[in-house]
């Protein structure tokens, strides 16, 4: 069975962030760390970096997601509005904090109801997954993020460092002031994203018990994925992400992007961001599984402020492939042709 996917990686020069901290250690707070080999010439090393982990990522597009189908006038749970994504996790957290499905879903109904139920309710669930222990429905999320992570051709430049803060402390019987440490982290990111937009508004529970219906429509389903694309656009565009933000928000600046949208057995992912030559290597990528795969269909469209090595991306009469003036149109060029293929 055929799928439509939107993917998206792209290089994020990111300066001054505190945009995922991991622990406070004495009054020293920490940039979150995590290891990474690198090829070093005779041998492979290990280097500790500052990153953003994919949890972090998710957690804040699932917010602008619920604002964007919220706006949209589709159904969104009160606690997915307010930021809280506590999953339907089992008939006590719905009971208490899921008023809009508690009366229609529990041990009683069949797992192809109760996932139905939650799904129609509840974007961020449809999109986002959940699980619910206590009836075992488990929904896989639709939508993927990596780690944001320095580039490989850019890890002796990232760097962290922490900055002194000093804060009025009232209770202290000496002094009123006290110090603080909060690391701040620099470096050019980059970083992925995979939308499997025909999975949306599926019902698959509902599928493999063979009840109906198995999903909610193709009209509902367009109008969720181009909520989950525009929450999606805002969050890349604006850096709508990360913690800090009120008294450290970042320099930043996307110095290149490529959003790639295909139609086959299973999402097309772009080549990561880790040198300048990714974009061509991606096209390559394409022209060559394009021939090996039966009826695989892929578009590309990028944005880049930096100069790309390696052949320059070519249009083809066999592959779509278009450069623009903003980030944001590159994402709505191939947003627009894969909800076309969504039926």
Partial sequence: MSGVYLSVTGRLLVNLESLNMAEAVGNITKHRRAPVVFDAGNEYKVVYVPVISGMSLAHHYQRLLAKAAHQAGLKVSSMSLQGYFLKYASDDIIKKYYPEVSDKVGKDKSPCVNEKVIVENDVVADV???????????????????????????LKAAAVQPQLHVRYTPKTEKGNQALIYVDNASALYTFTFVLEASEVSVLNVCRAMKEEPDDLGEEERKKRVKAAIDALTLMLGNVAFGAKRSRSLPHWSIQSILVTANTGIAPFIPSPGH?????????????????????????????????????????????????????????????????????
């Avoid at 997954?129 to 850019?154: A, C, E, N, Q, W």
């Avoid at 009826?295 to 592959?319: D, F």
């Fill in 128 to 154: 986002g997954g959940f699980l619910y222990i206590d009836k075992v429905v488990k929904r896989t999320s639709r939508f993927s993020f990596s780690y944001m992570m320095p580039t490989m051709d850019s």
């Fill in 275 to 343: 040198s300048k030559h990714y974009i061509s290597d991606t096209i390559a990528r394409i022209n060559v599984q394009k021939n090996i795969v039966n009826n695989m269909e892929v578009v590309a469209h990028y944005y880049t402020k930096e100069k790309l090595e390696g052949e320059p991306p070519q249009q083809s009469s066999e592959l779509e492939v278009s450069k623009h003036d903003v980030p944001e149109e590159a994402i709505k060029a191939a947003a627009e042709w894969a909800l076309k293929k969504l039926h």
